[in-house]
């Protein structure tokens, strides 16, 4: 029982991961199509997996610090939900798993 729930947390935690990959991704697309300025500003960000290129890492600092909301744009406003809502998931689901092993560690031991 308690290896199906850690197998369906972790499948799970992909699963939000990759829905806030998309939803990082389409928050940037919507700063392309409907702030060009502002997109053209932050150096064209686009979804990478290294937080190394200062681009992205800035990007990323943006939408955390919630600067979008001057823009008044509602899309923007429902991306950045999703975003916060695949956070939430992640790490539930993370913590899930974990407290899976530990507990597994604990009681076989």
């Keep these: ?43 064209k960000p686009k979804w990478k997996i290294q937080l190394a290129d200062d681009t992205f890492r800035d990007a990323l600092k943006y939408i955390r610090s919630k600067k979008f909301e001057e823009l008044n ?20 689901l993370a913590a899930l798993a974990v407290g899976i092993t530990l507990f597994q560690a604990v009681t076989l031991a």
Aim: hydrophobic share 55%; proline share 2%; no cysteine.
């Design 1 to 43: 029982m308690l290896n199906t729930l850690f197998t369906l947390s972790a499948l799970l935690f992909i699963v939000a991961m990759l829905v806030q990959i998309m939803a990082i991704q389409a928050f940037f697309n919507r700063l392309d199509k409907a702030h060009n300025e502002l997109y053209q500003q932050m150096g």
């Design 73 to 92: 744009d509602p899309e923007l406003s429902v991306i950045y939900k999703k975003i916060k809502m695949t956070d939430y998931a992640a790490m539930a």
